[in-house]
């Protein structure tokens, strides 16, 4: 089957070669994971390797982050927007919103003046003031979400997760039965240190790698590691040592 690589050592194999093409996928985690990070190699690696240009949508960082970020990596994000292959757009939940259901909108006629492919959209987390109405906000993101697939997007989004070591019981999982990927970032503590886990919760229409994989911010960007071996309740915040496989301490139940 057709897929979209992340060009993210480590997560393309655990995606079975990539997203599926012109899907939602979330990338939720605490503060300081990689979220956005992750959103941008997808970005670069698309323009850069796939020839499939990129758009980010952010609801809270001006353009001038992203480039001075995107630098740190040795992507050079001004650059390829002058070339027309990128466009970093600040925006917020209720225009971008408008903008996908009207015909002919902003977000419509640069999809296809550009040929964008992909799209960052950084951070859903916004979208949770629009209404204090659970159905009402998930009928808001359900729509948000189908008008990007409609462009023939393949859409990586981010959201945030307050918990920062341990379970967070009091989360939202709403979202997650919209998105037909969801992948999860976390900070754990083991013998008195933290890593970074990332983990595939779910991926619709495929088969997916279920183990706990150790992940790295490098100076080339996300790369995705070794599995975690010998312990289990990693999810918890309460690691404990053992023999067999513990992917179910990261399922929500």
């Known amino acids: 089957m057709e897929r979209v690589k992340t060009g993210i050592p480590g997560l393309d194999e655990m995606l079975r070669g990539g997203f599926l093409p012109q899907t939602a996928n979330l990338v939720e985690g605490a503060p300081g994971t990689g ?57 917020s939940p209720e225009v971008s919103r408008a903008d996908l259901e009207q015909v002919g909108g902003r977000l419509e006629r640069l999809v296809r003046q550009m040929g964008v492919k992909r799209v960052l959209v950084d951070s859903l987390s916004h979208f949770e003031r629009l209404s204090e109405d659970p159905a009402e906000m998930r009928a808001i993101v359900y729509g948000f979400i189908n008008g990007l697939k409609r462009e023939g997007l393949t859409a990586v989004l981010t959201r945030e997760n307050a918990a920062l070591i341990g379970e967070n019981d009091a989360a939202d999982d709403s979202l997650g039965f919209l998105v037909d990927s969801y992948i999860l970032l976390r900070y754990v503590e083991i013998e008195s240190a933290i890593h970074k886990a ?42 404990r040592r053992m023999v067999d496989s513990f992917v179910q301490a990261f399922v929500r139940r």
């Open 198 to 239: 990332l983990l595939v919760l779910k991926m619709r229409g495929s088969d997916h790698d279920k183990g706990i994989r150790r992940f790295e911010i490098t100076e080339r960007g996300l790369e995705v590691r070794a599995p975690f071996e010998g312990q289990e309740g990693i999810l918890s915040g309460s690691p």
């Open 35 to 91: 979220k956005t990070t992750l959103g941008m190699q997808f970005i670069y690696h698309g323009i850069t390797a796939c020839d499939e240009p990129g758009l980010i949508l952010t609801f809270e960082e001006f353009p001038q982050q992203y480039y001075n970020d995107a630098a740190n990596f040795g992507w050079d994000f001004r650059r390829l927007e002058r070339e027309g292959k990128l466009r970093v757009m600040m925006t």
